[in-house]
């Protein structure tokens, strides 16, 4: 028995595209509710980045959540590192932030991004 698939050829966006990867306003995506989700590390450096807050505020629009997160990114305080000392905050793709956070004895990061509900399993 031989196995065959399709290799994706790089078409126009909305082609070839599945939808979950097209942007929100070719996907007539953008209805919201939009959330801001923060993942961070839990405790300790031996555990992964597990914990996953997802506000309760819910956005119109992906712009309204967007300027949330960038808040977040700047504001909110994980539970590591002990004794913060500087934070650097990075745009990492359209819809999030990466953040550095160098402690008094150890540097963490956490990664704050813009999520839309889209159903429940």
Do not use: C
């Amino acid at each position: 028995m031989t196995q065959s698939y399709e290799v994706y050829g790089g078409g126009a966006q909305g082609d070839d595209v599945p939808w979950e990867l097209q942007d929100p306003s070719v996907a007539g995506g953008d209805d919201g509710p939009w959330l801001v989700a923060i993942e961070y590390a839990n405790g300790s450096e031996q555990r992964p980045a597990t914990v996953v807050d997802v506000g309760g505020v819910r956005h119109p629009s992906r712009d309204d959540a967007l300027v949330a997160a960038r808040k977040s990114a700047f504001e909110f305080d994980p539970p590591d590192p002990f004794s913060p000392q500087s934070r650097q905050v990075f745009r990492d793709g359209p819809d999030g932030f990466l953040v550095i956070i160098e402690g008094a004895m150890s540097t963490w990061h956490m990664s704050v991004r813009v999520v839309q509900h889209v159903g429940d399993a």
